[in-house]
């Protein structure tokens, strides 16, 4: 790659635009930005709108390659499959269906002059990554977030060995990345925090909360985002205050939530939204009194890192109530930035929402505190800047090593 050449990345997704991964759609614009040029590789179509403007290939329209004729391309993609899923049964049959996958992707990288490889999560994206990097003479990084550290501890060692760099979004996933993987490793992974874009979340923090207070939560509807805990709060809230809730987001939950709000007799004060795309988020924080982030360690093992909700938030001027879990203590300073209880506990939530609602000088304090810590840690921009030349470092010492070795 000359001085002149933008730096070529490919990008590969498990689905792309996604509804809920909007913070990877804010980093690849944030590459664009820093002179990259991304092509993404997902192998499915996804239902977000918030996409910027690059090269997109999905799995299905990439030209087919006769695996016949490249059998021992082939046989070395399915090694490198087991290699990376053997401890993992159901991930490696995905992992062996993927190997055409590979192939196709291998092949527009090639065409577009991609130098690297990033993948989002450390599952199906990354075994492609690693498995492309067969096929082409690419270096690979990855993103790992939340389920896949926690609950794909058995198969990541493996890829953060193989891959040149592992970006983690909190520091609480790099420590429990770094207890996972042999100490010379361990340099390979450093933390990113995701970016938030200061601009879409201008700060409009509420002076005194409406009547009655509008509590938000938003996230999909799994046991991890804990908001069965949430209108048990509520339903003990109410014996304070008039209680509204609104809830923001969709998934498997949707029906036993709905029905926990019935029994409860929160029916008329707990409002299901659904998904609501990523340009309307905005309004919904600016007619919210608090956020509460109820997170909790779900039956598998599976939590939240930083919910990108909690900084988007922060920025806008909502003061945030949150569970004392993983990632979220980072920026939800307790009495600082907001306030923190124990994950699962109703009653804890409940006394803390009614905290910030009813104490004026700690919301004031929290919601200044809480933008000025955004602007330091989150910042989409400045981020996505670290993203780009951690990435960049890998590539170039790959290059240097390649030609040394080639000399």
Same mark, same amino acid.
């Given at each position: 790659?000359?001085?002149?050449? &933008?730096?070529?990345?490919?990008?590969?997704?498990?689905?792309?635009? $996604?509804?809920?991964?909007?913070?990877?759609?804010?980093?690849?614009?944030?590459?664009?930005? /820093?002179?990259?040029?991304?092509?993404?590789?997902?192998?499915?179509?996804?239902?977000? $709108?918030?996409?910027?403007?690059?090269?997109? +290939?999905?799995?299905?329209?990439?030209?087919?390659?006769?695996?016949?004729?490249?059998?021992?391309?082939?046989?070395?993609?399915?090694? =490198?499959?087991?290699?990376?899923?053997?401890? $993992?049964?159901?991930?490696?049959?995905?992992?062996?269906?993927?190997?055409?996958?590979?192939?196709?992707?291998?092949?527009?990288?090639?065409?577009?002059?991609?130098?690297?490889?990033?993948?989002?999560?450390?599952?199906?994206?990354?075994?492609?990554?690693?498995?492309?990097?067969?096929?082409? @003479?690419?270096?690979?990084?990855?993103?790992?977030?939340?389920?896949?550290?926690?609950?794909?501890?058995?198969?990541?060692?493996?890829?953060?060995?193989?891959?040149?760099?592992?970006?983690?979004?909190?520091?609480?996933?790099?420590?429990?990345?770094?207890?996972?993987?042999?100490? @010379?490793?361990?340099?390979?992974?450093?933390?990113?925090?995701?970016?938030?874009?200061?601009?879409?979340?201008?700060?409009?923090?509420? &002076?005194?909360?409406? =009547?009655? &207070?509008?509590?938000?939560?938003?996230?999909?509807?799994?046991?991890?985002?804990?908001? =069965?805990?949430?209108?048990?709060?509520?339903?003990?809230?109410?014996?304070?205050?008039?209680?509204? /809730? =609104?809830?923001?987001?969709?998934?498997?939950?949707?029906?036993?939530?709905?029905?926990?709000?019935?029994?409860?007799?929160?029916?008329?004060?707990?409002?299901?939204?659904?998904?609501?795309?990523?340009?309307?988020?905005?309004?919904?924080?600016?007619?919210?009194?608090?956020?509460?982030?109820?997170?909790?360690?779900? &039956?598998?093992?599976?939590?939240?890192?930083?919910?990108?909700?909690?900084?988007?938030?922060?920025?806008?001027?909502?003061?945030?109530?949150?569970?004392?879990?993983?990632?979220?203590?980072?920026?939800?300073? +307790?009495?600082?930035?907001?306030?923190?209880?124990?994950?699962?506990?109703?009653?804890?939530?409940?006394?803390?929402? +009614?905290?910030?609602?009813?104490?004026?000088?700690?919301? $004031?304090? /929290?919601?200044?505190?809480?933008?000025?810590?955004?602007?330091?840690?989150?910042?989409?921009?400045?981020?996505?800047?670290?993203?780009?030349?951690?990435?960049?470092?890998?590539?170039?010492?790959?290059?240097?090593?390649?030609?040394?070795?080639?000399?």
């Amino acid at each position: 790659m000359s001085a002149c050449e &933008p730096f070529r990345i490919g990008y590969v997704l498990a689905e792309y635009p $996604s509804v809920t991964e909007t913070f990877v759609a804010n980093e690849i614009r944030g590459l664009l930005d /820093c002179g990259a040029s991304v092509t993404v590789l997902a192998l499915r179509r996804g239902r977000g $709108s918030h996409a910027p403007d690059c090269p997109v +290939h999905y799995r299905d329209c990439a030209a087919p390659r006769d695996l016949s004729g490249a059998w021992r391309a082939s046989l070395r993609l399915a090694r =490198e499959a087991v290699a990376l899923e053997r401890k $993992s049964p159901s991930s490696l049959v995905y992992a062996l269906r993927n190997v055409g996958t590979a192939f196709r992707f291998a092949r527009l990288v090639r065409q577009a002059g991609i130098g690297h490889i990033h993948a989002h999560f450390g599952f199906i994206p990354t075994d492609v990554a690693l498995m492309i990097s067969r096929l082409e @003479p690419v270096s690979v990084s990855f993103s790992a977030h939340a389920w896949d550290v926690y609950c794909q501890g058995r198969t990541l060692p493996g890829k953060v060995a193989r891959a040149a760099l592992c970006i983690t979004c909190t520091e609480a996933a790099r420590r429990h990345l770094n207890s996972l993987v042999k100490a @010379p490793v361990r340099r390979k992974i450093v933390r990113v925090y995701h970016g938030t874009d200061l601009s879409r979340f201008a700060f409009e923090p509420r &002076p005194e909360p409406s =009547e009655p &207070p509008r509590i938000l939560a938003v996230g999909r509807l799994v046991p991890k985002k804990g908001f =069965e805990t949430l209108l048990r709060a509520c339903n003990r809230l109410r014996e304070e205050m008039p209680v509204c /809730c =609104e809830v923001v987001g969709g998934g498997p939950l949707e029906g036993s939530l709905r029905a926990l709000a019935g029994e409860l007799g929160l029916s008329e004060a707990v409002g299901f939204t659904g998904v609501l795309p990523y340009e309307l988020m905005p309004k919904a924080y600016g007619r919210a009194d608090v956020l509460a982030v109820p997170s909790v360690v779900a &039956p598998d093992g599976d939590r939240d890192g930083l919910p990108n909700v909690v900084t988007e938030a922060m920025a806008r001027g909502v003061p945030v109530v949150g569970s004392r879990l993983s990632g979220i203590p980072e920026a939800v300073e +307790h009495g600082r930035t907001g306030l923190l209880c124990p994950p699962g506990d109703g009653d804890a939530l409940s006394e803390a929402l +009614h905290r910030m609602l009813t104490d004026r000088p700690l919301r $004031s304090r /929290c919601t200044t505190a809480a933008r000025e810590l955004v602007e330091e840690k989150f910042d989409a921009a400045r981020n996505s800047r670290q993203v780009f030349e951690a990435i960049k470092a890998v590539a170039r010492a790959r290059r240097t090593f390649t030609c040394r070795a080639g000399a």
